[in-house]
């Protein structure tokens, strides 16, 4: 048995469109159009080309036996889906693989295989590049073992240095000037008078204190006496 390269047969990379059917595609014509000489995905030796050299219509294709095309599902005016089959009685068919047309391109839809393995491949390869990224930052010596080293370490380790502010512009500096004055002009400042409140000046506490000493005695005499707690002496009568 030859071995068949699969590489040459694997149609899932590519895609196929003429732009001057695009606008008048239907379900009527859909067929027609995906059986341009120019398609890739379309099989010269299938039943479709053996009914449209002897102008049959598309029903003579279930009383044939081998390769054929029909529609398989339309949603107009954007989706079409064209499937691949192998015929082998009027009732019995194996589907082979399936086209779909989005706007006029041409696409062949994976088979499940594929997309599984499409799935594994990418969650192999992250998971590796993870186990690489962290191999990455392992150390090893005889005397201290293995340790991680990772580069945010380096980026703390060494000292921050601090950017240099570019000069400004002889352009800038004028444009600010201008900016500010256009500014002042719009905006003129406003200036209010300030009325500053003379204080009344406190006496030393000298004085204070020696006023207070001379208010002192004054008060003393002014003042009159308590009166005193004693009862009045009782009147006691004359003898004659």
């Known amino acids: 048995m030859a071995s068949v390269d699969l590489r040459d047969n694997n149609l899932l990379g590519i895609s196929w469109v003429d732009s001057g059917w695009v606008p008048i595609l239907n379900p009527g014509n859909v067929l027609d159009y995906f059986s341009e000489r120019s398609n890739p995905f379309y099989d010269r030796t299938c039943n479709n080309e053996v009914v449209k050299m002897q102008r049959l219509t598309l029903e003579h294709l279930n009383q044939m036996v081998g390769v054929e095309y029909i529609l398989l599902h339309a949603q107009e005016p954007i989706l079409y889906i064209i499937r691949k089959q ?5 009732t019995q068919v ?5 086209y779909y047309i989005i706007a006029g391109v041409v696409y062949q839809a994976p088979d499940l295989g594929t997309v599984i393995g499409s799935r594994v491949l990418s969650a192999v390869h992250g998971v590796q590049s993870a186990f690489d990224e962290a191999m990455s930052y392992c150390r090893y010596h005889p005397s201290k073992g293995y340790w991680w080293h990772f580069k945010d370490q380096e980026e703390r380790a060494k000292p921050k240095s601090k950017k240099k502010e570019e000069p400004s ?16 002009s719009k905006f003129p400042p406003m200036f209010y008078q300030v009325r500053h409140v003379k204080k009344e000046t406190e006496p030393p506490v000298e004085l204070v204190k020696q006023e207070e000493r001379e208010r002192e005695p004054a008060t003393k005499t002014s003042a009159p006496a308590p009166p005193s707690s004693k009862p009045p002496p009782e009147k006691r009568a004359r003898l004659q």
């Open 86 to 90: 192998q015929r082998q009685s009027p």
């Open 169 to 184: 512009s002889l352009f800038q500096r004028q444009r600010v000037d201008t900016l500010l004055l256009d500014l002042r």
């Open 94 to 98: 194996i589907p082979l693989s399936d």
